[in-house]
């Protein structure tokens, strides 16, 4: 198995608070607080609640998000995602059903 396809969960029992950094993929299923960096991945799952301000290459959300997004390729909103805040990406995608309110500079 290629590292390319390895990705971390943080599990839906989990409850994080704090300051993420990583370079690869993520997938929040659980409950996280702070900030996050990376120059990867991140998906926040159905089961996802995340407060965090997140500084990221690609963005997935599928569950709830409020804080502040900047992103360098592409945000997707899946049709179960909610986020209330800020986005900057270049790229942004979503789908019938899913919620945004903020702002967003392309």
Do not use: W
């Not at 997140?54 to 959300?61: E, M, P, R, V, Y």
């Amino acid at each position: 198995m290629s590292d390319d396809f390895s990705e971390t969960i943080i599990g839906e029992d989990i409850n994080f608070k704090g300051k993420l950094k990583f370079n690869r993929k993520l997938q929040i299923r659980g409950k996280f607080k702070g900030t996050i960096e990376t120059s990867g991945e991140l998906t926040i799952g159905e089961t996802g609640d995340v407060h965090a301000d997140i500084h990221a290459s690609t963005l997935g959300i599928y569950g709830s998000l409020r804080g502040n997004v900047e992103v360098t390729q592409k945000v997707h909103l899946g049709k179960t995602g909610r986020i209330s805040g800020d986005i900057k990406t270049p790229l942004l995608e979503i789908e019938s059903g899913a919620k945004f309110t903020g702002n967003c500079v392309m």
